[in-house]
């Protein structure tokens, strides 16, 4: 059956992927976005448009009536979010509790919340569960953490059916939509460029970490993959309760591993140097996504690093041949 829904952030990369899947699968979708950070032309075909600030608009697009709300929209830079963390109190939690408040105000009875792996900060379980304790290390976790906190609250006093994921390393593409930021920070579009021709070097964040080569260890997932969850979450939500799940594969791939598919399915050298370590990074992030799998019923089909790095390379060579 169709819904018409909310998409947040719907310009950006997760949100614009997320979009593209709720239009395939029937929906009616407006996204609203502010154009900081997305852009206009990943917003997918099928969907209306809605440019501005979420805080300022949330009200009279939700007294439209909807169905659900997908919030994507955010700051998520970890070290902007340590120089600059007012953009991200207000930016996420300022924001995230005006769309709230809207949603109760109009009777809208569903969310489903991008949360991330950054509400844990360094983990004291691997995998991590759900269960796991939250200690942020960096103010972006912090404000998504704290979004978390206000969604049970309003859930449990409210009857909202929330669900939020808490995402590990996104990466990969879906059709003609990808990662395009303009201040890029993630490793494998970094390292692509330079596959690409646009960069000289990767540069490795340590290598003096405690792993077994040395290099920080990831836990990739493919946006597609990522995105599928979302429309499971929609269909498990349930009123009152705030439900919660890791979104990983369960498989650590350390920087050189990711350095080494990039070259295998690139067929490019890929210099790459060692480098000071990074602030904030903790030497091993993997999710135990059991929760989503058994509650949801999530299996990601797209899970081997080399198709997650090829769709990104396919992505990547598209846009630069325009
Ligand atoms: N890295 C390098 N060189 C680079 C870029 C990254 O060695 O040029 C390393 C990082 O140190 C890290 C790994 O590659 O060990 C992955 O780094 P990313 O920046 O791609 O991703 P993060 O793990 O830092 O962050 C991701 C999301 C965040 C989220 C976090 C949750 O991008 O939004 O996971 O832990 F908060």
Redesign the pocket.
Known sequence: YAVKLLVTGGAGYVGSVCAARLVEAGHEVVVVDDLSTGHADAVPDGCRFVEGDLADVAGSLLGEGFDGVLHFAAK???GESMQDPAKYWHGNVITSVRLLDAMREHGTPRLVFSS???TYGEPDVVPIPETAATQPT?T??ATKLAIDYAITSYAAAHGLAAVSLR????AGAHGRFGERHATE????P?VLQVALGQREQ?????EDWPTEDG??V?DYIHVTDLADAHLLALDHAKPGEHQIYNLGNGTGFS?RQ?IDTCRAVTGHPIPAAV?P??AG??AV?IASSEQARVQLGWKPERASLETIVADAWRFTRERHQG
């Open positions: 998520s830079l970890v991330t792996a950054a960096n972006y976790g995402y590990f390393n996104v920070t993630h490793l494998i970094l990767v540069q490795i964040y340590g290099t920080c990831r920087v990711v480098a370590r990074r990074d903790p992030l």
